[in-house]
């Protein structure tokens, strides 16, 4: 896997889509050594007047103000956070953690941003799952005792994914939780902040089901499949792994220009690449669609149009099914709801054409025509 | 005919089959093939009036030579008539798999000639599907009563789900409304199905050696495995209890413990790995909801359905032995059939708790699990720290998520009803039926009189009932 700044982003050896600029993470300086950023951490509760020696060691006896951290609103940026929090021996009652850019501290409350340290919040990550590992037989073999569909580690990940401007406390909470009481956090739900994590977590497996459903790929001239996909939580790195099982043959890329991710997919390797928000926007646009598309959208549409059946619509039921399933948000990207789809092709393609389609399976031709 | 013209005609033709089909196999990707299977399905739209779009469904073809009452394809009915090529339709199927616009196929028909010419004719698209294409997703295929018991079973080998549609309530229903079909020809194919589904798992793997190749992937298999049906009835009397169901029992909530677990391991069986299902029509003729849920109850006992469908009839041809053209479709009717399906499968309900020689028909105000409760007031209120699942399971307004939640914080410390709120369970319709340490919330009426009135206002006035109040009268010929 491979995505160059100003080239093509490949997956698999395969170029994908054509990349102008990469997103700043790739361009994010070397944070400073891990000590300074701890210490830098705790001097927020007791000043920097606190000594070498009161430092790490001192635990927690003298009086500190609490502590606001602010962090990249992603899985990574929060687990850092907890990370020095943890490291700098702060009352994790304490501290709140904050996404930098809607951080709004409190009276008296110290504020400081952190810097994403993947390296640092893999390790909190691998604490938490071997925590709740600890004492679950059977989260060992990908099995929940409490039957929840994603393990309470894999969790952690679909909480990151939300929008919303509480997720990073919401995380925070939850993987504090997780840390106390190891898997019996599973019955812990009523606690605030846990409550709301989880109810964030089935938010975002929500959505991803309806990335499953609502994302449209659009055939290339290359032969890559594109889709454009705007969820309200950053669910698209989620669902790729679903989309490369499902066309694992084929080249894909979902762009995200909501979130200025965009994931790419070819043999087997599953690509992702944050953009700048002008990239996102500028690669959510197909170029150069293949010959058959327009006709196969027509197609799509024909087929969506004949299904609707009379006597069973929003007037006689009172409220409208359609939009409580699919929501007007995703509206746009649906050919089948696009009047456009129905014109935009002048001719049958090959594969369409009964003579030649006929022709190339009985020739036994092992490619068939597209 | 161009294939955009032929997609209108049999896809139209095709949705009067009104149920929503999604999926019940389970198949990692396989290398060189397109697709996958996955157990819940996936909607991919959702038409006008809110039905999903999972599969292709459509009809090989339109051109029947059947004459069935309520049929818009009957052979008497003036339409135009369209068929597919069986390479065309393979490669529609693929073309919107790949842009993510169907999970797979959905393949009825019409009677062309012949029953078995007819599965001729399908058979012949899924095999270039499976070879040629190299389709791995889901597929769905109706059995066309009176076809050979050679041709579904090759037929099985290449489809997902095999369905052989009652039809209608009733062999006297069917007798008068389709001539042609026989009450006989649609049981012997869901025998032949059901028997042949518990042999080859009874045989294990290599069963029909000419079946799609690579049903299954190592690839997440520990996932995707699905348990093997061992106490499914063989041949004996049923054995099923409250609960255990056929269709949804081994995703069933609640399993009475005389029903055995199922083991767990891949499944073996190459022949419709995911099972079969059925459809009826509800509202063309006369038959109460208590003879659809017995008939359902049977059929899920005798020949482990995975589903029954039911579609609400919505007239599209006048006949002297169907309801009046203006009937308004029963579309509330249907919605309560799949209520009382759904609690008999996952709740353990029995038929004869939700509808009796005295009410034959299920409320259409209040919804099955409600009226039963209310005709039970004697079992509530239920303790919430005390309950057991499958009490809590039969409080109205608790489903199988919410009384999840209730168990597994119930391990740790005792609910009060701010914990309740926190866990986001909805206590408007069950805040009547439970106690949290023995106290009632003070928000909702405590006496049966009184909940059963307040209970029935607030269904009463749902929006749907509202806008059947609104709508202008209406004729009902039943």
Not at chain 1, 328 to 354: C, F, H, M, T
Not at chain 2, 11 to 36: F, M, Q, V, W
Not at chain 2, 111 to 135: K, N, W
Not at chain 2, 162 to 188: F, G, R
Request: glycine share 8%; charged share 25%; net charge neutral.
């Amino acid at each position: 896997m491979e995505a160059r700044g100003g080239g093509e982003a490949r997956a698999g050896g395969e170029p994908i889509l054509e990349l102008e600029a990469l997103g700043a993470a790739d361009a994010m300086p070397c944070p400073a050594p891990l000590d300074e950023r701890v210490r830098e951490v705790r001097s927020l509760a007791f000043g920097s007047g606190e000594g070498e020696g009161a430092g790490m060691g001192a635990g927690i006896s003298a009086v500190g103000c609490d502590v606001a951290l602010g962090c990249a609103p992603t899985a990574d940026g929060v687990l850092t956070a907890v990370g020095l929090a943890y490291l700098a021996r702060l009352p994790q009652e304490s501290v709140r953690v904050l996404r930098t850019d809607r951080a709004q501290p409190r009276l008296g409350e110290a504020y400081g941003e952190v810097a994403t340290d993947p390296e640092l919040a893999s390790r909190v990550f691998r604490g938490f799952s071997a925590r709740m590992r600890r004492d679950c037989p059977q989260a060992r073999h990908g099995q929940c005792p409490y039957g929840c569909p994603s393990q309470c580690a894999r969790r952690v990940v679909f909480i990151a994914a939300a929008d919303d401007e509480d997720m990073p406390e919401a995380l925070h909470g939850y993987l504090v939780a997780g840390f106390a009481h190891g898997r019996a956090i599973r019955t812990l739900n009523t606690l605030p902040l846990v409550a709301r994590a989880e109810e964030l977590s089935v938010r975002v497996a929500n959505e991803c089901e309806k990335a499953r459903q609502f994302v449209r790929f659009s055939r290339l001239e290359s032969g890559v499949f594109h889709a454009a996909y705007e969820p309200n939580a950053n669910v698209v790195p989620l669902v790729a792994g679903h989309f490369a099982k499902r066309m694992a043959e084929e080249r894909f890329a979902i762009v995200d220009a909501s979130h200025d991710v965009a994931v790419l997919y070819a043999k087997g390797k599953v690509l992702r690449v944050e953009l700048p928000h002008q990239e996102a926007v500028r690669l959510s646009v197909p170029r150069g669609l293949s010959d058959d598309e327009p006709y196969v959208r027509a197609l799509w549409k024909r087929f969506y149009d004949a299904l609707a059946l009379p006597g069973r619509g929003p007037e006689q039921r009172g409220y409208d099914l359609r939009r409580q399933f699919m929501p007007k948000r995703l509206w746009q990207g649906l050919i089948e709801l696009s009047p456009a789809s129905d014109e935009g092709w002048n001719e049958v393609p090959s594969a369409y054409q009964a003579r030649e389609r006929r022709s190339a399976l009985e020739s036994g031709a092992t490619a068939l025509p597209r | 005919m161009d294939t955009l013209a032929k997609l209108h005609i049999l896809a139209d033709a095709a949705k009067y089959d009104a149920a929503c089909t999604s999926s019940g196999a389970e198949r990692g990707p396989a290398k060189g093939k397109l697709g996958i299977a996955t157990n819940a399905g996936c909607c991919h739209s959702f038409t006008q009036d809110g039905r999903c779009v999972t599969l292709l469904k459509v009809l090989m073809s339109n051109a029947c030579s059947h004459d069935c009452a309520y049929c818009v394809n009957r052979r008497g009915n003036a339409v135009p008539r369209a068929t597919f090529e069986p390479r065309e339709l393979a490669q529609l199927t693929v073309d919107f798999y790949k842009r993510n616009y169907i999970e797979g196929l959905f393949l009825s028909s019409g009677v062309l000639g012949s029953p078995d010419a007819t599965a001729e004719r399908m058979i012949g698209c899924l095999e270039l599907l499976r070879g040629p294409y190299r389709f791995n997703g889901y597929v769905h295929a109706k059995v066309i009563p009176g076809t050979d018991s050679e041709l579904v079973e090759r037929l099985g080998l290449l489809a997902d789900r095999l369905s052989a549609n009652v039809e209608l309530p009733s062999a006297a229903s069917l007798a008068a409304l389709c001539p042609q079909k026989h009450a006989s020809d649609v049981i012997a194919p869901m025998a032949q199905i059901h028997e042949t589904i518990l042999m080859g798992r009874a045989l294990g793997p290599g069963r029909g050696g000419s079946g799609p190749p690579a049903r299954r992937s190592s690839a997440g298999s520990a996932l995707s495995a699905e348990p093997v049906d061992f106490f499914s009835e063989r041949g004996g009397a049923p054995t099923y209890g409250t609960g255990a169901l056929g269709g949804g029992s081994y995703l069933s909530t609640v399993r009475p413990s005389h029903v055995p677990k199922r083991p767990q391991g891949p499944r073996k069986a190459g022949f419709c790995p995911a099972g079969q299902s059925t459809q009826l029509i509800v509202g063309a003729t006369p038959e109460d909801d208590r003879t659809i849920l017995d008939l359902s109850t049977a059929l899920y006992r005798r020949f482990g359905l995975k589903r029954v469908f039911f579609s609400a009839y919505m007239p599209v041809v006048e006949d002297a032995r169907l309801p009046h053209p203006e009937t308004p479709v029963p579309l509330r009717r249907e919605h309560r059939l799949y209520q009382a399906d759904w609690l008999m499968r996952f709740y353990g309900f029995e038929a004869a708790e939700l509808v009796s020689d005295d009410a034959p028909f299920l409320d259409l105000d209040v919804d099955p699990k409600l009226a039963w409760a209310l005709s039970a007031m004697e079992r509530f209120p239920v303790e919430v720290n005390a309950a057991t699942k499958e009490e809590l399971l039969r409080v109205p307004g608790l489903g199988p998520r919410g009384v999840a939640k209730i168990l597994r914080a119930r391990r740790s410390h005792r609910l009060t009803f701010d914990d309740l709120d926190r866990l986001k369970i909805r206590l408007k319709r069950a805040g009547s039926f439970i106690t949290c340490e023995g106290e009632r919330d003070s928000r909702f009426p405590s006496s049966p009189d009184q909940i059963r009135k307040e209970v029935v206002a607030n269904a009463r006035d749902s929006t749907y009932n509202r806008t059947q109040r609104q709508l202008p009268e209406q004729l009902t010929l039943f």
